[in-house]
């Protein structure tokens, strides 16, 4: 929308007005298909942000530009505010490049994307540049940078080592082969009966009888715990 309003003051920016047309109504097509498939907190949140940059924004920008400037600084003006949006469009991506990064997985960074963005960064970078347009030239350049970093990112991770990861069915079956030990878990122990070996004739045979009852003792201590549970 921007650009659109930046070509009404700019001369001969025909490419800028059927380009950035065809961009406009497809954003509008990938907004509504989003509001579709979103849930009813992702669209209050869509709403808002849409009231709140492409309504209350551009309305502010096109008011202030219209009624405090003129002619050429005008145009200047309009400029770098397009500008200052290029750019944050080519850096809004760092933050999927930080994710790749941090999970290793190219799942969210198709290369397909990342290759056309920097192809049409330095399209139109020579497009600006030809045509003497600052503005639509620097920004490009970033994102030329931006979009080599995006396809690099691409050729490391790539490859992502699989992880080997239990299957829900098996993680549920595990599950309650443990819940029911825990249930016959009394009925388990209170079947079982302790035997104390008989001690042979020696001279440490009355200090193994005694070891033998503590242990005895102790087995007992836990049975009577555990049917209590």
Not at 131 to 136: N, S
Not at 155 to 172: A, F, H
Request: proline residues 3%.
């Amino acid at each position: 929308m921007l650009w659109l309003f930046y070509t009404i003051f700019k001369k001969d920016t025909i490419l800028l007005i059927t380009i950035n047309s065809f961009a406009f109504f497809m954003a509008i097509g990938y907004i509504v298909v989003y509001l579709f498939y979103a849930t009813k907190k992702d669209k209050i949140l869509t709403f808002k942000l849409l009231l709140l940059f492409n309504v209350f924004g551009f309305g502010l920008v096109c008011v202030l530009t219209l009624f405090l400037t003129q002619g050429h600084k005008r145009v200047q003006v309009l400029g770098w505010i397009c500008m200052i949006f290029s750019i944050c469009v080519f850096v809004a991506p760092l933050f999927i490049a930080r994710k790749v990064i941090k999970t290793k997985s190219v799942e969210f960074m198709p290369f397909s994307l990342s290759f056309f963005l920097t192809l049409s960064a330095l399209m139109w970078f020579f497009y600006g540049y030809l045509k003497k347009d600052q503005f639509v030239a620097i920004p490009n350049i970033l994102g030329f940078i931006l979009g080599l970093l995006q396809m690099l990112l691409y050729m490391i991770y790539r490859n992502p080592k699989k992880v080997v990861e239990v299957e829900p069915k098996l993680q549920l079956e595990i599950s309650e082969h443990v819940v029911d030990l825990e249930k016959l878990g009394p009925t388990i122990f209170s079947e079982i009966t302790i035997v104390i070996p008989k001690l042979n004739d020696s001279g440490n045979g009355f200090v193994e009888d005694q070891n033998a009852k503590r242990q005895a003792m102790e087995i007992m201590k836990a049975i009577d715990v555990v049917n209590k549970l």
